[in-house]
């Protein structure tokens, strides 16, 4: 009897198992069924649930034929925009456009210096007719604030001739910069003296000026000055204004009289100089064809910084293959200096009153291998180059001893020598001016600085703002009114 009913439980067991498979599989295709019906419906995606989405990143790298995809929201500065790329390309963003507001300064501020002569109470003169021009000798290696406002006249002619890193806008609340075309160096250079006759100087008198016009205009008011570009290349340039300016963001050859207060590599920008020996075009020259092993010619006693030129001169004075020379401007001074870089291997680049000259520069011109012996140097658009693969550094306290720095250049052979002065010829290209400008070029490679800057300003204005609410009563003549902590 009971083997009976055991056997009578295993049937049921199996017929049990049986029906539950059937159910099961019943299931699993319905399931499918659906799944395959759902494929054909399109997919929203909501970019605004997603972390660190930036729509402007994704037209930004879309190649010329941009890849397909479903139905996708885009948007632009906050205007939605809803391609389908079946039908359409995505908008192509055109990149690197620093937008920048011009002070309509007066012209005593900017080209009047250059003998220009306002007609019809016109600002600016009308550069497809004729460009000032500017003096030359050492004045032009402090010359930037005259290519950088020609550029941004330039952008304005209806075939803009030159690169276009930057743009002028008429409308200050579009731009990212807000540009003071004053031509401090030029100002320094030709009007520091005073006259006799005068009670203070051209230059202090012009910088008292800018000063009060600056600082009375809504932009500088709506940023604290903040996200205003004011050049002072010149160390002695703007010595009474930056003081007061100092909250905007100075081109700068270097740090070297500045404190870090008014002027620091994570506010400012730093700009070559101009060099003033002649380009080496054509350059056929080799590590054989170049005689003179290292080269220097300057200003050799200097204050500051500078004691080490001398202690290198009595070094190396009496090394061979070795120059190292006074000399200037004068008696034919830059040919000279243009022949002997063109003839040299190494170039000394030695700090002197500040940690910066344009020696640096005509050595890169000259495609020289500059030694830089400057520990307090800051170097331009060093944040996307890197000057190691191009240029010898040298502590300043290892360069003054005995016979280290003569056997530190003697030990660079012909190959690696070979290989700095072919970098040295594609990046000089970045350190020279022109008019019209040209793709990376020294105007455009300055303009591309300030831009990568304006993330920083912007942060800066944004969080200036965080207890603009709670300004002093008495500030916003609100003194009758309950302060806000009281309402709580």
């Not at 930036?54 to 500065?77: C, F, G």
């Not at 000026?209 to 709506?222: A, H, N």
């Given at each position: 009897?009971?083997?009976?009913?055991?056997?009578?439980?295993?049937?049921?067991?199996?017929?049990?198992?049986?029906?539950?498979?059937?159910?099961?599989?019943?299931?699993?295709?319905?399931?499918?069924?659906?799944?395959?019906?759902?494929?054909?419906?399109?997919?929203?995606?909501?970019?605004?649930?997603?972390?660190?989405?930036?729509?402007?990143?994704?037209?930004?790298?879309?190649?010329?034929?941009?890849?397909?995809?479903?139905?996708?929201?885009?948007?632009?500065?906050?205007?939605?925009?809803?391609?389908?790329?079946?039908?359409?390309?995505?908008?192509?963003?055109?990149?690197?456009?620093?937008?920048?507001?011009?002070?309509?300064?007066?012209?005593?501020?900017?080209?009047?210096?250059?003998?220009?002569?306002?007609?019809?109470?016109?600002?600016?003169?009308?550069?497809?007719?004729?460009?000032?021009h500017y003096p030359g000798g050492l004045n032009l290696q402090h010359s930037i604030e005259y290519w950088l406002t020609l550029d941004l006249l330039a952008s304005e002619l209806p075939d803009n001739p030159s690169a276009g890193s930057a743009i002028r806008v008429h409308n200050s609340t579009e731009a990212d910069i807000i540009f003071v075309p004053f031509f401090s160096s030029l100002c320094y250079n030709r009007y520091a003296k005073?006259?006799?006759?005068?009670?203070?100087?051209?230059?202090?008198?012009?910088?008292?000026?800018?000063?009060?016009?600056?600082?009375?205009?809504?932009?500088?008011?709506?940023?604290?000055?903040?996200?205003?570009?004011?050049?002072?290349?010149?160390?002695?340039?703007?010595?009474?204004?930056?003081?007061?300016?100092?909250?905007?963001?100075?081109?700068?050859?270097?740090?070297?009289?500045?404190?870090?207060?008014?002027?620091?590599?994570?506010?400012?920008?730093?700009?070559?100089?101009?060099?003033?020996?002649?380009?080496?075009?054509?350059?056929?020259?080799?590590?054989?064809?170049?005689?003179?092993?290292?080269?220097?010619?300057?200003?050799?006693?200097?204050?500051?910084?500078?004691?080490?030129?001398?202690?290198?001169f009595y070094l190396l004075k009496d090394e061979k293959d070795v120059h190292f020379s006074f000399g200037s401007v004068q008696k034919n001074g830059i040919n000279k200096a243009s022949q002997g870089m063109h003839s040299s291997k190494f170039c000394l680049n030695i700090a002197g009153d500040t940690p910066s000259s344009n020696r640096l520069f005509d050595a890169i011109a000259s495609h020289c291998v500059p030694v830089i012996i400057?520990?307090?140097?800051?170097?331009?658009?060093?944040?996307?180059?890197?000057?190691?693969?191009?240029?010898?550094?040298?502590?300043?306290?290892?360069?003054?001893?005995?016979?280290?720095?003569?056997?530190?250049?003697?030990?660079?052979?012909?190959?690696?020598?070979?290989?700095?002065?072919?970098?040295?010829?594609?990046?000089?290209?970045?350190?020279?001016?022109?008019?019209?400008?040209?793709?990376?070029?020294?105007?455009?490679?300055?303009?591309?600085?300030?831009?990568?800057?304006?993330?920083?300003?912007?942060?800066?204005?944004?969080?200036?703002?965080?207890?603009?609410?709670?300004?002093?009563?008495?500030?916003?003549?609100?003194?009758?009114?309950?302060?806000?902590?009281?309402?709580?």
């Open positions: 009897m009971a083997e009976r009913n055991v056997s009578s439980l295993g049937i049921v067991s199996r017929k049990s198992l049986f029906c539950l498979l059937i159910i099961t599989s019943i299931l699993f295709s319905l399931s499918w069924l659906f799944v395959l019906g759902s494929t054909g419906r399109p997919h929203f995606i909501d970019h605004s649930l997603l972390s660190n989405s930036n729509p402007l990143a994704v037209i930004d790298n879309v190649s010329s034929k941009p890849k397909r995809q479903n139905h996708v929201e885009l948007s632009i500065e906050g205007q939605p925009i809803v391609k389908n790329s079946v039908q359409e390309e995505l908008p192509q963003k055109k990149k690197g456009i620093l937008k920048v507001y011009m002070y309509d300064l007066p012209p005593e501020f900017h080209f009047e210096l250059l003998d220009w002569k306002a007609e019809g109470g016109s600002v600016w003169p009308d550069i497809r007719t004729k460009i000032p005073r006259n006799p006759q005068e009670k203070k100087s051209k230059n202090k008198g012009l910088q008292e000026k800018l000063v009060k016009f600056v600082t009375s205009q809504e932009e500088w008011k709506r940023s604290g000055g903040k996200d205003h570009l004011i050049m002072a290349h010149h160390p002695n340039s703007m010595l009474d204004a930056r003081t007061k300016l100092w909250p905007a963001m100075f081109v700068l050859s270097d740090f070297g009289r500045y404190p870090p207060h008014i002027a620091n590599i994570d506010k400012d920008v730093i700009a070559p100089y101009k060099h003033v020996i002649k380009s080496y075009i054509n350059d056929t020259s080799d590590f054989e064809s170049r005689p003179i092993l290292l080269y220097f010619q300057g200003a050799i006693y200097r204050k500051d910084g500078g004691y080490a030129r001398q202690e290198l400057s520990d307090e140097i800051e170097l331009p658009y060093e944040d996307i180059l890197d000057y190691s693969e191009f240029c010898i550094f040298v502590r300043t306290s290892d360069a003054v001893k005995e016979k280290f720095l003569i056997n530190l250049i003697r030990s660079i052979k012909k190959d690696e020598w070979t290989r700095m002065r072919d970098r040295l010829k594609e990046v000089e290209k970045f350190f020279e001016f022109h008019f019209p400008s040209k793709e990376d070029d020294a105007v455009q490679m300055i303009w591309q600085a300030v831009a990568r800057k304006v993330p920083a300003v912007r942060r800066n204005i944004h969080k200036s703002k965080r207890f603009s609410r709670t300004v002093t009563r008495k500030e916003k003549g609100l003194e009758s009114i309950p302060s806000p902590r009281n309402f709580w």
